[in-house]
């Protein structure tokens, strides 16, 4: 069994910062891409960023510049360091994780529970 686990979401003001945090565990064989993912109200599940075990990145245009993931595959984690944070950055943020697990060798996508962020003043 493989669980995400997220941390890292809450209340900050428009230009503030936050930094979220996933954790991979499990019966884990190897991990393909990581990504962040984002929710808000009313609207389909957008991707933010993701970065490949070789460490390449990818971000949506809306957060370039502003948003910086990290991955430690000793750790089998990722960070994703928000900064100049806007009102439209609202929304519940997960962690993606594409994953082969141990036992079975079998390769599939999973998510966590998710962090709310919220930019507000």
């Known amino acids: 069994q493989v669980q995400l686990v997220e941390s890292g979401g809450g209340l900050v003001q428009p230009g503030g910062s936050l930094r979220l945090s996933c954790a991979a565990s499990?019966?884990?064989?190897?991990?393909?891409?990581m990504g962040w993912y984002r929710q808000a109200p009313g609207k389909q599940r957008e991707l933010v960023a993701s970065?490949?075990?070789?460490?390449?990145?990818v971000y949506a245009d809306s957060v370039k510049g502003r948003f910086t993931m990290s991955r430690d595959n000793a750790k089998n984690a990722v960070d994703l360091q928000m900064n100049s944070l806007k009102p439209d950055d609202t929304a519940v943020y997960y962690c993606?994780?594409?994953?082969?697990?141990?036992?079975?060798?079998?390769?599939?996508?999973?998510w966590g529970q998710g962090t709310q962020v919220t930019v507000s003043s």
């Open positions: 970065i490949t075990s070789g460490g390449n990145t």
């Open positions: 993606n994780a594409d994953i082969r697990t141990r036992v079975t060798l079998n390769r599939a996508n999973y």
């Open positions: 499990g019966s884990i064989f190897s991990i393909y891409a």
